[in-house]
C-alpha cells in the first residue's frame, strides 16, 4: 500500500506532461492513471474529538429532519465540527476525485502556473502555489486547486487542464451531489434548530443557480522531513476560521486536523469511514451574530509514523449568495440570546469574501495590516476584526 502512495512525483509527472503534450480523452481514462491509494492509519494514541454523527438516509424520513437537528443542536452552537454520513456518492466516485487530485498535484509547476490564481484581484479559483502562507513561506507546503460552482455565471471564466477537462461532467456531478444532498439538507436543518419562521429560509440563500463562490477544492500538503516540520513550527500558530457557510472534508487518514474547544485545548480529529467531517463557518456565524459557532482549526504536524505521506484533500466550500446581507436572521433563538451584528454597517457576502481573501491570498498585504493593528487582531472588513489563535 504505502509504495503506491509514495510513487516518485517525478515520474507522475513525466507521465503527466507526455500526456498533456498529446491531448486526448483516451489517454485520461481512470484505466491510465496510477489509482490513489490511501496511506496507512497512524498507531499512536491521539487525544480524538468526540463528534457527532448526522445519517443523512434520515431527512427524508417522518419526523427526520426534526430528529436530525435534535442531534445537531449542540454541535453547531458549541462544537462546530461534526460527521455525515450517507450523502449519495459511491465510494468508487470519491477514490476517482483522489486520483483525479494526485495526477493533477504530480503536473508540473510550468504546467499548473497556466491555471495559476489572480492573486491581486482576491480570485482564489485555479490553481494556488506553495509559499502564498502568511508565516513560514519558504517551508509552506501547500498547494490549493479550486473549481468554482458549474453556473452561466463561471462559464468559460476558467480554463482546464486537459486532465481535468477530460472529467468535467463527473466533477459537476460530483460537485452538484454534494450541494443537492448534504449542503441543502443541513442549511435547513440550522434553520430549524434556529426557529427560522420560514425553515426554508436558508435553503433560499443558498441555492445552486445563483452566483455564490461555493467551490470543490483539490488539496496536497506535500511531505516533510522531521528537520522541516521542526523549522516550519509545525502549523501550531494556524489556527482560523473559514470564511463561508460550511466546509466538507473527505475523509483521508492523515492525521493532521485539530480544532480548538470552548475550553481552550486543541483536541485532533479522525477520519472516519463513509463520512464527510463538516466544520461550520464564519459567514453562518455573522448570519447568526456568532450563535452558530464558525470553529477554529489548524492542520499541524502528523504523527511520526506518517512523515513520509503526502495529504491529500477533496473538500467542498459552501456560501450563500453573494448578494445575501450578512445580519443576523429574524429567529426567536437568536432573540433571546440578544445577538447583535458584527459588522458596523450592511456587509454583503461578495464583500466579506473578497475582503477575507484578500488578506488570505497576499500574504505581503496581511502581513501589514496585521502589523499595523499590533494587538494581534487585524480589520477583515467594518469592524470585523480577525485574531489570531492559541498555539
Not at 283 to 302: A, C, E, N, Q, Y
Not at 356 to 375: C, F, H, M, V, Y
Request: with cysteine; charged share 25%; aromatic share 10%.
Amino acid at each position: 500500500m504505502a509504495t503506491t502512495t509514495t510513487t516518485s512525483t517525478k515520474n507522475l509527472a513525466s507521465t503527466a506532461l507526455a500526456e498533456n503534450s498529446a491531448p486526448g480523452v483516451s489517454n485520461y481514462e481512470y484505466e491510465n492513471l496510477e489509482p490513489y491509494v490511501h496511506p496507512p492509519e497512524t498507531k499512536e494514541n491521539l487525544n480524538w474529538a468526540e463528534l457527532v454523527t448526522l445519517d443523512l438516509e434520515d431527512y427524508g424520513r417522518d419526523g427526520g429532519k426534526e430528529r436530525l437537528a435534535k442531534q445537531l443542536e449542540h454541535a453547531v452552537h458549541h462544537v462546530g465540527f461534526f460527521y455525515v454520513k450517507n450523502y449519495g456518492l459511491t465510494q468508487e466516485e470519491v477514490d476517482n476525485q483522489f486520483t483525479l487530485a494526485k495526477h493533477f498535484f504530480a503536473l508540473p509547476v510550468d504546467e499548473k502556473a497556466k491555471y495559476e490564481c489572480n492573486y491581486a484581484a482576491a480570485d482564489y479559483n485555479g490553481w494556488r502555489r506553495s509559499g502564498r502562507r502568511l508565516e513560514n513561506k519558504g517551508l509552506d507546503n501547500v498547494e490549493i486547486y479550486n473549481i468554482p460552482k458549474f453556473t452561466e455565471d463561471f462559464e468559460g471564466k476558467y480554463q482546464q487542464p486537459h486532465l481535468l477537462k477530460a472529467h468535467l461532467p463527473e466533477i459537476e456531478h460530483f460537485s452538484k451531489t454534494l450541494h443537492n444532498n448534504v449542503i441543502l439538507p443541513l442549511v435547513h436543518l440550522f434553520a430549524i434548530i434556529l426557529q427560522l419562521p420560514d425553515e426554508h429560509h436558508l435553503v433560499k440563500q443558498h441555492t445552486y443557480d445563483k452566483k455564490s463562490e461555493d467551490h470543490f477544492r483539490y488539496m496536497l500538503y506535500r511531505k516533510r522531513s522531521s528537520e522541516e516540520w521542526a523549522a516550519s513550527g509545525g502549523g501550531l500558530g494556524n489556527g482560523h476560521t473559514d470564511l463561508g457557510t460550511v466546509t466538507l472534508l473527505f475523509r483521508q487518514p492523515i492525521a493532521g486536523l485539530q480544532i480548538l474547544g470552548e475550553d481552550g485545548n486543541w483536541t485532533w480529529v479522525s477520519a472516519q469511514p463513509g463520512t464527510i467531517t463538516v466544520n461550520l463557518a464564519d459567514t453562518i456565524s455573522h448570519l447568526t451574530g456568532g450563535w452558530l459557532k464558525s470553529s477554529v482549526h489548524r492542520v499541524v504536524t502528523p504523527p511520526e509514523d506518517q512523515w513520509t505521506y503526502d495529504r491529500t484533500g477533496l473538500l467542498y466550500f459552501a456560501r450563500p449568495h453573494n448578494e445575501t446581507i450578512l445580519n443576523p436572521l429574524d429567529s426567536p433563538v437568536l432573540e433571546a440570546a440578544g445577538v447583535k451584528s458584527r459588522f458596523e454597517k450592511p456587509v454583503t457576502v461578495e464583500e466579506w469574501v473578497k475582503a477575507k481573501q484578500t488578506l488570505q491570498l497576499n500574504p505581503d498585504i496581511a502581513a501589514k495590516r496585521w502589523a499595523e493593528a499590533g494587538d494581534g487582531t487585524v480589520e477583515v472588513l467594518a469592524g470585523f476584526r480577525d485574531r489570531k489563535y492559541k498555539s
